[in-house]
């Protein structure tokens, strides 16, 4: 089983993350710097380098100014229509 990070799925998640954040007019530094970390950490995410775990989630949706269960249930839709398989 491949890991997680280079599945389908997580590049449909990473690309509405990336979307959310470019909606939301902010650049990556920017983004970086309300969640206390550097640009290259964003960078790492968006570039399906880097896992992103719940309580970074949370905190990365609350800085873009989104609820996090909305948020959730929008990558889970995106990954559901992309027909992307989670096992």
């Known amino acids: 089983m491949p890991k997680t990070i280079f599945t389908g799925a997580n590049q449909v998640i990473v690309d509405v993350l990336r979307r959310t954040r470019e909606d939301a007019g902010l650049r990556q530094e920017e983004l970086a710097s309300r969640i206390g970390r550097d640009q290259s950490h964003i960078s790492l995410i968006?570039?399906?380098?880097?896992?992103?775990?719940l309580v970074e989630?949370?905190?990365i949706a609350q800085a873009l100014g989104r609820d996090p269960i909305e948020l959730f249930a929008e990558l889970y839709r995106a990954v559901q229509r992309s027909g992307h398989d989670l096992s």
Do not use: H, K, V
């Not at 968006?46 to 775990?53: A, P």
């Open 46 to 53: 968006e570039g399906s380098q880097r896992r992103l775990d």
């Open 57 to 59: 989630f949370m905190r």
